[in-house]
């Protein structure tokens, strides 16, 4: 089992930045892959980044020289950070693990308005 708690959301203006932070409760160096997905309301959940054990990242075409995700294995986490972010970014985040099955974090709010 492994538990995932995202922190890091909130307000932000369009233009601004924002940092998630995903701390998981073994250590990420045993995992196959992190990433951050994220669900706007009436929208499907969508992968937004991912990095792998091997450090190989995968961005969504929206995010890509936007958002950049990092992992430090010595804190257990995973961080996205988010530059001048949108509008459309609104939406839940959540952290993913997967491991030998997929783990959820609670997903943490961002919201992008002015």
């Known amino acids: 089992q492994v538990q995932l708690v995202e922190s890091g959301g909130g307000l932000v203006e369009p233009g601004g930045s924002l940092r998630l932070s995903c701390a998981a409760s073994?250590?990420?160096?045993?995992?196959?892959?992190m990433g951050w997905y994220r669900q706007a309301p009436g929208k499907e959940r969508e992968l937004v980044a991912q990095i792998t054990r091997g450090d190989n990242t995968n961005y969504a075409d929206s995010v890509k020289g936007r958002f950049t995700i990092s992992r430090d294995d010595a804190k257990n986490t995973v961080y996205l950070q988010m530059n001048s972010v949108k509008p459309e970014d609104t939406a839940v985040y959540y952290c993913n693990a997967l491991l030998v099955k997929a783990y959820w974090g609670q997903g943490t709010q961002v919201t992008v308005s002015s």
């Open positions: 073994i250590s990420i160096f045993t995992l196959r892959a």
